[in-house]
């Protein structure tokens, strides 16, 4: 079940069951980028629309029905790479570290 998508800087941005991330130009629906985030032969997948602030795509697989563990992460909304994961995550996001999520940039 897909709940919903994000539109931000001319770019809908959305998740997929099997657990990829990716973005579509809004004029024309071309593929972006795309990039595989969560596992879904670990039990993960995506349903939740994103949350797009600024270049940052917030959004966290489901999956507690099959027992995966649960996480949020911040991925860059022009390239699709990830800024912070926070939680359990899946061992397919390789994360880099610059700002804590603690802060204001919630």
Known sequence: MQRGAALAGGKIIRGTADGF????????????WAKQIANSKEGYFI???PLV??????IGPAGAEW???GWVGAFRASYGEP????GGRSGS????RRKSL???DL
């Open 102 to 104: 603690d802060s204001d």
């Open 53 to 58: 602030h600024g270049d940052l795509a917030y």
């Open 47 to 49: 349903s939740m629309p």
């Open 83 to 86: 800024a912070q994961t926070r």
């Open 67 to 69: 027992a995966a563990k």
């Open 21 to 32: 991330l990716l973005a579509l130009n809004a004029k024309d629906g071309h593929t972006l």
């Open 93 to 96: 996001v390789q994360t880099r």
